[in-house]
Structure formats: C-alpha cells, structure tokens
C-alpha cells in the first residue's frame, strides 16, 4: 500500500506498507506537516512501525469492505470554472487548483489497485482518512490497537 498527499504550498505526506516476512508488514511515515504546530518544514520526518499480519488484514478488510475503494473512479479531477469569450460564448474549461493532489495504490497478490485525484476525492473520503489517521497514530504508538481506532468512529 503506498498512499501520498502533497499540497500546493509544498506539504507532503506519504505512507508506505509493505510485507517484511510472513507474519510482519512494515509501515513507514513521512511527513513535512506539523500538525500540532501548524506549520510546514523543509524537511521530511520519517517514522516507522512493524505491524502484525492480523492488523493488516484489519486494515485490508477496512479498506475493502468499509471504505470500498473497488468501487472508486480511478482518476478523479475538478473543473469549477469556465472562460467565456467576451459575447458570452463558452471558450474552454479551466481547470481550477486548490492546490492538492492524491494518489493511493494497492497491491496484493494478484491485483493492483490504483487511485488518484487532483482537488477532488471521492464521497466517502472522511473514512479512508480515518484509516490513514490510524497508521499514522500507530507510527507514534506503536501498542495502539488499530481495531480499537478504527471501530471507536464508525455509524
């Protein structure tokens, strides 16, 4: 799994989960967002956590069967403005940036999964950053039970 987010003003996230052994996945965290703060840094701060096999399957089942990313567009983009010639006739759409584009992509055994958008996300957004915010807890906390934080949310 390799998720990433950056800005317009040059913030930039990025999660990556990969199989260590047969019973370990490897999560690694990078971010230039100080959330607490506020603020944007010039650097990248990586954390990493080796998780279970049965919490990836949390987080493999969360992203399938609640969030159902197999059901999202592939490619998702805005277009909220038009130019219009000066007799009112349109001209062209023009795209509009709030300044933020996103990619996930999934691989599993015999299926790669792969998503984007540029300011625009698809409907149910707020519950796959709800597992995103979990895998970055867990790099801070690496006791955290993802089950726990990820069920605490739902309905």
Same mark, same amino acid.
């Given at each position: 799994?390799t998720?990433e987010?950056c800005? &317009?003003f =040059?913030? !930039?996230?990025?999660i990556?989960?990969?199989?260590v052994?047969?019973?370990q996945?490897?999560?690694n965290y990078?971010?230039n967002?100080? !959330?607490?703060?506020?603020?944007? %840094?010039?650097t990248l ?10 919490e990836?399957? /949390?987080v /493999?089942s969360?992203l399938f069967?609640y969030?159902?990313i197999?059901l999202?567009?592939? !490619?998702?983009s $805005?277009?909220s403005?038009? +130019?219009y ?7 062209r759409?023009v795209?509009v =940036?709030?300044?933020y584009?996103w990619?996930?992509?999934v $691989?599993?055994?015999r299926?790669?999964?792969? &998503?984007?958008?540029? $300011?625009r996300?698809?409907d149910n957004w707020k519950? &796959?950053s709800?597992?995103?915010? +979990?895998?970055? +807890?867990?790099t801070?906390?690496? %006791?955290?039970?993802?089950s726990?934080?990820l069920a605490?949310?739902? !309905?």
């Amino acid at each position: 799994l390799t998720y990433e987010l950056c800005g &317009f003003f =040059c913030e !930039h996230e990025r999660i990556e989960a990969y199989r260590v052994n047969d019973r370990q996945i490897k999560i690694n965290y990078e971010s230039n967002i100080d !959330h607490d703060a506020g603020i944007i %840094s010039d650097t990248l701060k990586a954390k990493t956590v080796v998780i279970s096999e049965a919490e990836w399957n /949390i987080v /493999i089942s969360y992203l399938f069967n609640y969030v159902q990313i197999d059901l999202w567009d592939n !490619h998702i983009s $805005c277009y909220s403005r038009k +130019a219009y010639m000066s007799d009112g006739r349109n001209y062209r759409q023009v795209p509009v =940036c709030d300044g933020y584009g996103w990619n996930l992509t999934v $691989c599993g055994d015999r299926r790669k999964h792969e &998503f984007s958008g540029n $300011c625009r996300v698809p409907d149910n957004w707020k519950d &796959f950053s709800r597992l995103i915010d +979990a895998l970055k +807890a867990k790099t801070n906390e690496p %006791s955290l039970d993802l089950s726990i934080y990820l069920a605490s949310e739902k !309905h």
